[in-house]
């Protein structure tokens, strides 16, 4: 035990020239060099990628061969070094033991909380080389570039939808399986996701009802999660970070993005049960759903009168109001909608489908 102890202790006198971090052994200094130099000796004979030391080569090899000798005592489940055992059993233990010293956030892994770091820091060093943007790690990075790519690694073997992220497409299955493992505690009711339960929660909050925690400094407008507050804000900033890959057109939210590239492929995944159309987005395809229903959950305060649409009512109830915000610049004409404006405006480019009712 003593001389355990004595090796444990022993001084680091092999010292980085570069960074100055400091190893017991010159045979540790020269794999570390390797980090600033790029040498990457060690090769595999099958896929020909490089390791900086032979022991990661080893554990490389079993991507290859499949095999997974470290065994979890809890689970059965079975990884391929030590570590990947060593990490995933603190999933049975719930040890955290790398904490945050700025918030005391705790996580698993030292990679976890390295990123964590830069949420107090504002470090966003791994750069996006198409548009810029930068990110807190280069898992977030390599995700995000799949949106100039177009890559979708994640396939659902019921539908065949892509995803960019594992976690989308576990998500994405539970609509097909109707499993829903996040439940209120209070009404019993299941979420897909955790972060509609939390949404859900609210309701039963009844010192806080529907607490919207986070405000817009421009507006005014309280949102529930910092998410939908950053969303918010593109409104007044303009900034549209989604671009599409073919076309160049850019949108605030990603979920534009996708909706839009169904106008290059022609794809429309959400088809009506009742006449089967198909729609390019589940939006679409429940405003269409109310032809069917005849519902009309939009109402005008004057009048009664119901609309499928809230674009609809917000235009209908113009007639009261007298308002035409949609002018025309050559004449000063003004109307309801901006479909109105454009088919005026045929009247002066001489394209008017109509003869005029003066010169026929």
Same mark, same amino acid.
């Given at each position: 035990m003593e001389d355990h102890m004595t090796g444990y202790n022993k001084e680091k006198r092999y010292e980085c020239d570069v960074c100055g971090k400091a190893w017991q052994k010159p045979s540790q200094l020269e794999t570390h060099r390797r980090v600033h130099t790029g040498e990457r000796p060690f090769d595999c004979s099958e896929c020909g990628k490089n390791f900086t030391c032979h022991a990661n080569l080893l554990q490389h090899y079993r991507v290859h061969s499949g095999e997974r000798p470290f065994d979890c005592s809890n689970c059965g489940k079975s990884f391929k070094t030590?570590?990947?055992?060593?990490i995933h059993q603190q999933l049975h233990t719930g040890e955290k033991p790398y904490g945050c010293s700025t918030c005391g956030k705790r996580f698993a892994r030292l990679s976890g909380l390295r990123d964590h770091r830069r949420v107090h820091s504002g470090d966003r060093p791994c750069t996006c080389s198409d548009c810029g943007k930068g990110f807190k790690s280069s898992t977030d990075l390599n995700v995000h570039r799949r949106l100039h790519t177009g890559e979708r690694p994640y396939t659902c073997s019921n539908c065949s939808k892509g995803f960019t992220r594992s976690n989308s497409l576990l998500q994405h299955q539970r609509t097909h399986t109707g499993e829903r493992p996040f439940t209120c505690a209070q009404c019993g009711k299941g979420f897909t996701r955790s972060s509609r339960l939390l949404s859900h929660q609210q309701v039963h909050d009844v010192d806080r009802p529907f607490h919207m925690p986070f405000s817009c400094s421009d507006c005014g407008k309280d949102f529930k999660t910092a998410y939908y507050l950053k969303v918010h804000q593109r409104v007044h900033t303009g900034e549209k970070p989604f671009g599409c890959s073919i076309c160049g057109k850019n949108f605030a939210?990603?979920?534009? &993005?996708? !909706? *839009? $590239?169904?106008? #290059?492929?022609? /794809? +429309? %995944?959400? @088809? =009506?049960?009742?006449c089967n159309k198909g729609f390019k987005s589940s939006t679409h395809l429940k405003?269409?759903?109310?032809?069917?229903?005849?519902?009309?959950?939009?109402?005008?305060?004057?009048?009664?009168?119901?609309?499928?649409?809230?674009?609809? &009512?917000? !235009? *209908? $109830?113009?007639? #009261?109001?007298? /308002? +035409? %915000?949609? @002018? =025309?610049?050559?004449?000063?004409?003004g109307f309801t909608c901006s479909t109105r404006l454009l088919s005026h405006q045929r009247v002066h480019a001489g394209n008017s489908p109509f003869p005029s009712p003066v010169c026929g």
């Open positions: 030590t570590n990947h055992l060593k939210q990603l979920s534009g &993005l996708r !909706e *839009h $590239q169904r106008v #290059h492929s022609g /794809e +429309r %995944p959400f @088809t =009506c049960s009742d405003v269409h759903r109310r032809l069917h229903t005849g519902e009309r959950p939009y109402t005008c305060s004057d009048c009664g009168k119901g609309f499928t649409r809230s674009t609809r &009512l917000l !235009e *209908h $109830q113009r007639t #009261h109001t007298g /308002e +035409r %915000p949609f @002018t =025309c610049d050559q004449c000063g004409k």
